[in-house]
Antibody, heavy 117, light 106 residues
Framework: QVQLQESGPRLVKPSQTLSLTCTVTGDSISSGSFYWSWIRQPAGKGLEWIGH???????DYNPSLKSRVTMSVDTSKNQFSLKLSYVAAADTAVYYCASEHGSLDHWGQGILVTVSS | EIVLTQSPGTLSLSPGERATLSCRAS???????LAWYQQRPGQAPRLLIY???SRFTGIPDRFSGYGSGTDFTLTISRLEPEDFAVYYC????????FGQGTKVEI
């Protein structure tokens, strides 16, 4: 079974870049079985799809975040990453990574990232 | 962008009762690419239903989904204590989007 684990800084200053990594076990990112996705959830609010990446590096991003999002994949480490630039307080949220086969089949436990000076 | 509207916002029921949750899309969801997720407090969401009506691996058969086009429904036939949670629908026919959620509470 696929398992995912988010990691990265939990506190980011306004205007800086949020950087997170998702480590995948139980499947190879390069197998082509899934897209690899990021989703976020502000405290007490709903879910927002940020975007996804395929093993080949093909990406698709939420249009509302597209100008600030970059995703990448490191098949040698079986990891994929998210960078969100020029963050503000509104970007404070729990960030989840997930495997995507259309639907989001398996999720990481999530990591709370706070944007504050 | 497809906007998903879930109703009701909150559903107050008792264990053993039947829950019916609605998800309406602002335009037709292609291929019935509609999923339902359950999120318990402090936990990540988990996939229940994909393709509008297919149960994911390990999901009990008291959960069922149906619908097509713009109207979709999740039914929980007999609520168990662990089913009291927030439920989200998601479309993945175009740029993915989520509904705002329905809370099922005692």
């Amino acid at each position: 079974q696929v398992q995912l684990q988010e990691s990265g800084p939990r506190l980011v200053k306004p205007s800086q870049t949020l950087s997170l990594t998702c480590t995948v076990t139980g499947d190879s990112i390069s197998s082509g079985s899934f897209y690899w996705s990021w989703i976020r959830q502000p405290a007490g609010k709903g879910l927002e799809w940020i975007g996804h990446i395929y093993a080949t590096g093909i990406t698709d991003y939420n249009p509302s975040l597209k100008s600030r999002v970059t995703m990448s994949v490191d098949t040698s480490k079986n990891q994929f990453s998210l960078k969100l630039s020029y963050v503000a307080a509104a970007d404070t949220a729990v960030y989840y990574c997930a495997s995507e086969h259309g639907s989001l089949d398996h999720w990481g436990q999530g990591i709370l990232v706070t944007v504050s000076s | 962008e497809i906007v998903l509207t879930q109703s009701p916002g909150t559903l107050s029921l008792s264990p053993g009762e039947r829950a019916t949750l609605s998800c309406r899309a602002s335009q037709s969801v292609s291929g019935s690419y509609l999923a339902w997720y359950q999120q318990r407090p402090g936990q990540a969401p988990r996939l229940l239903i994909y393709g509008a009506s297919s149960r994911f691996t390990g999901i009990p058969d008291r959960f069922s989904g149906y619908g097509s086009g713009t109207d979709f429904t999740l039914t929980i036939s007999r609520l168990e204590p662990e089913d009291f949670a927030v439920y989200y629908c998601q479309q993945y026919g175009s740029s993915p989007s989520f509904g705002q959620g329905t809370k099922v509470e005692i």
